[in-house]
Nanobody
Framework: QVQLVESGGGAAQAGGSLKLSCASS????????MAWFRQPPGKERDFVAA????????????HYADSVKGRFAISRDMRKNTLYLQMNNVTTEDTAVYYC??????????????????WGQGTQVTVSS
């Protein structure tokens, strides 16, 4: 059974940092796209960041939403089957449930939630001013 399990969410002060983790199991996601999405209260699920990586030392290609560029960093540890999201200089606008997602057969833009067929259960991030 394939599972994605997020952790690392919680409360932070504006300007602070958090690091989210997404542990995968049940299959290898090497060569697959893995991403983070978030859903603020009462709003739709939005793209945050994505990583396409087939191994090697390059870390693959990374894509970010404009709202998090320069503040968030996506990374992946293939040996640990874990995806990360380092969140720096967070603001109250970053408050949301954060979801890990993966797809091994992307047929559209990696920015769109519907191209992903594996999802975690989400982890809450709350930023206070």
């Amino acid at each position: 059974q394939v599972q994605l399990v997020e952790s690392g969410g919680g409360a932070a002060q504006a300007g602070g940092s958090l690091k989210l983790s997404c542990a995968s199991s049940g299959r290898s996601f090497s060569g697959c796209v893995m991403a983070w999405f978030r859903q603020p209260p009462g709003k739709e699920r939005d793209f945050v960041a994505a990583n396409t990586w087939t191994g090697g030392n390059s870390g693959g290609n990374k894509h970010y939403a404009d709202s998090v560029k320069g503040r968030f960093a996506i990374s992946r540890d293939m040996r640990k089957n874990t995806l990360y999201l380092q969140m720096n200089n967070v603001t109250t606008e970053d408050t949301a449930v954060y979801y890990c997602a993966a797809s091994c057969d992307v047929t559209g833009s990696v920015y769109l939630w519907h191209v992903y067929n594996y999802w975690g259960q989400g982890t809450q991030v709350t930023v206070s001013s």
